[in-house]
């Protein structure tokens, strides 16, 4: 079994900052794509960064100029620094992985952690 956690989320003013985490656990051999989703209320989730088992990143339009995605392959983890941050960017935030481990190729998701963005 892989699981991954966040944390990070959390009340922050219009304009602030947040770095979010994700961190896999269990029987991992290798780990190739990484990402950050986000789910607004009454939205379909959407996709905001990806960073490859390289470190090569995309940020989609949502997250272009304000968010940062980067990996700790050691730790197994993927952070996501989000700068100036607008009220639209509230959500619950959701990680992934491709992960493989005893189990095969995995594709495996977190549960997820709201950024509430309000002044």
């Known amino acids: 079994q892989v699981q991954l956690v966040e944390s990070g989320g959390g009340l922050v003013q219009p304009g602030g900052s947040l770095r979010l985490s994700c961190a896999a656990s269990g029987s991992i051999f290798s780990i190739y794509n990484m990402g950050w989703y986000r789910q607004a209320p009454g939205k379909e989730r959407e996709l905001v960064a990806t960073?490859?088992?390289?470190?090569?990143?995309n940020n989609f339009d949502s997250a272009k100029g304000r968010f940062t995605i980067s990996r700790d392959n050691a730790k197994n983890t993927v952070y996501l620094q989000m700068n100036s941050l607008k009220p639209e960017d509230t959500a619950v935030y959701y990680c992934?992985?491709?992960?493989?481990?005893?189990?095969?190729?995995?594709?495996?998701w977190g549960r997820g952690t709201l950024v509430t963005v309000s002044s």
């Open positions: 960073i490859t088992s390289g470190g090569v990143t």
């Open positions: 992934f992985m491709e992960v493989v481990s005893t189990g095969g190729y995995l594709g495996v």
